[in-house]
């Protein structure tokens, strides 16, 4: 069982900055790729964001250029740097695995893990 924890969510104005930070224990051998998702009230679960084992990240266009994965494999955690927020990123934010080494590995990152509790996000004046 690998157990995920997220921390760091809040309110902060549009053009704020937040990080997000993935305590991840347990059985963590195997572990390929870690991903962050967002939840939008009333809107599915997206990713977006992810970084392998190997330190290769992607991003979903609606986050590319803002957002910034990165991971310290000393301290299990996996975080995400929030730049320039704008009202539409206001979610609760998720962490969570994908324990299969893929080709396509952003588009067919598939979460293995049970879902934490999740980091609300509000960006709001």
């Known amino acids: 069982q690998v157990q995920l924890v997220e921390s760091g969510g809040g309110l902060v104005q549009p053009g704020g900055s937040l990080r997000l930070s993935c305590a991840v224990s347990?059985?963590?051998?195997?572990?390929?790729?870690m991903g962050w998702y967002r939840q939008a009230p009333g809107k599915q679960r997206v990713l977006v964001a992810a970084i392998t084992t190997g330190g290769s990240t992607n991003y979903g266009d609606s986050v590319k250029g803002r957002f910034t994965i990165s991971r310290d494999n000393v301290k299990n955690t996996v975080y995400l740097q929030m730049n320039s927020l704008k009202s539409e990123d206001t979610a609760v934010y998720y962490c969570n695995f994908d324990r299969i080494k893929r080709s396509n590995w952003y588009d067919d990152f598939r979460p293995f893990g049970s879902w934490g509790q999740g980091t609300q996000v509000t960006v709001s004046s």
């Open positions: 347990g059985s963590i051998f195997g572990i390929n790729a």
